[in-house]
């Protein structure tokens, strides 16, 4: 009887601490207007605390242009800091909404969605640029004298389709070249850019930087590439977060950073190791062509080179949100303060 007594004191006395130490802990939800914090507890990495299971959605396939994430799993960079990732290849639009949502803490994203989002009040904000340039290109065959964004007036043009990365970069490099698009043609082509030009489909065609000129060169076109960063500096794909995770677990914001950073630093570094890596992560990697697929590699790591990875440019997110102002995207500007971060790049 009394060993039964001094059980249930025990177990009151371990109830009463759980809850004192809960409310303790418990945070109000945050708010669109939350300050961003510049201090964050160093991160525990005991055998005894349990990771957080991040669900990252990266909005295309598993591709060797993910490799600096493949390499920060791999190297162990995600569970040092406490992180069990899991990729999700969807759609980005549906990322940020869920993001925006606080039903997931972290998507890749590009920094065009994450000004339409805030504009629609959702408070997503952009906490590390791993492109730090927009790779977006318009090419054609050479001999059709599109050279410049001014010789795109009266071409017949294919892209995906009148929304996102494709068409927006296509719209800057339009301005660029003081044309609107009533002084060209656009056709929906869906993801064809490749089949539509050789098939002389379209005089040109809007592509990845990274992607479709590597493939026509290897399948022995000449083309002329007129690229986005040659003419405007648009923000690209990052890393995002909501103004919750950041107000309730900054160093969670922190860890993802400093992880990615050094997935990328080492990708740079060591191409050939990371698309090693790679091959276990893309489905079909072994089987395709590796050449091809280790130029589109070095194509993408031009774009992430950096003196400070992962460093947003303002003057870049005034242009794009110019773009998206210009093209009607968006009706009024956003507070850009609020829509990106560079507090978590720095080592502690």
């Given amino acids: 009887m009394k060993k039964m007594l001094l059980f249930i004191i025990l177990m009151l006395v371990m109830l009463s601490s759980a809850c004192a130490g809960a409310s303790k802990t418990a945070q109000p939800q945050g708010t669109t207007d939350v300050p961003i914090q510049n ?67 972290f998507a890749v994203v590009s920094g065009d969605q994450v000004l339409l989002a ?61 044309l609107d698009e009533s002084d060209v043609t656009l056709d929906s082509i869906g993801y064809n850019q490749v089949e539509a030009l050789v098939s002389d489909q379209e005089e040109a065609v809007v592509v990845y930087t990274t992607n479709e000129p590597v493939q026509l060169r290897n399948l022995g076109y000449q083309i002329d590439e007129i690229k986005v960063r040659d003419y405007d500096h648009l923000v690209s794909n990052g890393l995002i977060t909501n103004e919750i995770t950041i107000s309730q677990v900054p160093d969670l914001v922190y860890r993802m950073d400093q992880a990615m950073l050094k997935g990328i630093a080492d990708t740079i570094a060591s191409p050939d190791e990371a698309f090693e890596i790679c ?11 590796q050449a091809i697929q280790k130029q589109v590699l070095a194509a993408s ?39 990106f971060s560079n507090d978590f790049l720095d080592d502690k």
């Fill in 301 to 339: 790591i031009e774009f992430w080179k950096a003196e400070r990875l992962g460093y947003s440019d303002p003057q870049a997110w005034q242009n794009t949100q110019q773009v998206l102002l210009d093209i009607g995207f968006l009706t009024e500007p956003v507070d850009l303060n609020q829509a």
């Fill in 118 to 178: 805030r504009a629609q009040g959702l408070p997503v904000v952009y906490v590390f640029a791993w492109y730090q340039d927009y790779p977006v290109s318009v090419v054609s065959k050479t001999g059709h004298a599109t050279l410049t964004p001014e010789d795109l007036a009266g071409k017949r043009i294919g892209l995906p389709g009148l929304y996102g990365t494709s068409y927006i970069g296509l719209r800057a490099l339009l301005s660029a070249g003081a």
């Fill in 279 to 289: 091959l276990k992560y893309v489905e079909g990697l072994s089987q395709s062509d």
């Fill in 39 to 105: 201090t964050y507890p160093e991160p525990s990495t005991t055998s005894e605390s349990p990771l957080v299971h991040i669900r990252l959605p990266l909005g295309y396939i598993p591709n060797v242009q993910f490799a600096p994430l493949y390499v920060a799993v791999e190297k162990g960079y995600f569970s040092q800091a406490g992180i069990e990732i899991e990729f999700d290849y969807s759609f980005e639009t549906d990322a940020v909404a869920l993001v925006g949502a606080n039903e997931l803490q």
